[in-house]
């Protein structure tokens, strides 16, 4: 008896992944089983990757750039996803590059090898975001907060949101992932406890020109009080988070 519930309980854990796969469109569910990305796909059910790709319309061929990528999880996902015929930008500004260091040298080394090839990683000054060509998505993941900081210059986030519409092909989009602050907070808890106010974000993006697409709440915790550090061992790895969609008009 208890061999066979504990057959059935192990049968039970592998068709749960098996069955979030499925429900993702084809391209996804194949980047997200590859054996490439088995270390990565141990912190899926964390970060949600293979479905916040979803969340993004991320297809094969097309053209990404993934904005401050940190560790690489969400390039090397883009770059399986859009295959290589696509191209994945995994973007440092120089600001940023110079505190994670060598962040950005062990993706350039990564991208070197099959099957990331069809990634190029750049370094470029924070206020002069650019895109070698056309974009059909700029993705970035809990870092839109850190522009307005100290060690990035006091970039005005609206630098950015110009730059990222200019770059992106009409109909391309902006997903902003990103920690979430206290209602009414604006950008006042940006350097202290690494978090923005959603309203803030929408405010600024949408008067760069971009549609509000809607959001998702993948990666909402209602239990995370929202006043203190997303580093505080309480909520780290937890936070409440937002996932933002905009587009630029066709």
């Known amino acids: 008896m208890k061999h066979r519930l504990l057959v059935a309980l192990l049968a ?3 068709a749960a992944p098996a069955a979030a796969l499925a429900a993702l ?3 996804i ?3 997200a089983a590859d054996p490439a990305r088995a ?6 059910a964390r970060r949600k990757g293979p479905e916040l790709l979803a969340f993004a319309e991320v ?6 750039y993934d904005l401050i990528p ?3 999880y969400f390039t090397r996902l883009f770059s399986l996803a859009v295959g290589p015929a696509g191209k994945v930008y995994s973007v440092w500004p120089e600001e940023y590059d110079k505190v994670s260091h060598p962040d950005s040298d062990v993706l350039r080394k990564q991208a070197a090898t099959a099957p990331f090839t069809n990634v190029k990683v750049l370094v470029q000054p924070g206020k002069a975001f650019n895109a070698p060509e056309p974009l059909d998505l700029v993705f970035t993941s809990q870092n839109y907060h850190d ?29 902003v992932v990103d920690h979430r602050a206290k ?39 209602p239990k995370d009080p929202l006043d203190i550090a997303v580093f505080d061992p309480k909520v780290r790895g937890h936070t409440d988070q937002f996932i933002l969609k905009f587009r630029k008009p066709r």
Do not use: C
Request: proline share 7%.
């Open 39 to 44: 270390a990565d796909a141990k912190i899926d």
């Open 59 to 64: 297809k094969p061929g097309q053209k990404v």
């Open 12 to 14: 039970t854990a592998l």
């Open 183 to 221: 209602a009414g907070a604006g950008m006042k808890d940006t350097d202290t406890l690494h978090r923005i106010d959603i309203a803030a974000v929408k405010s600024q993006v949408t008067a760069a020109g971009f549609r509000f697409e809607g959001e998702s709440n993948l990666l909402a915790n």
């Open 25 to 27: 469109p084809a391209p």
């Open 70 to 72: 940190g560790g690489g």
């Open 29 to 31: 569910a194949k980047a």
């Open 147 to 175: 522009y307005p900081d100290k060690f990035m210059g006091h970039i005005d986030p609206a630098v950015l949101d110009k730059a990222v519409f200019k770059a992106l092909k009409p109909g391309g989009l902006f997903v």
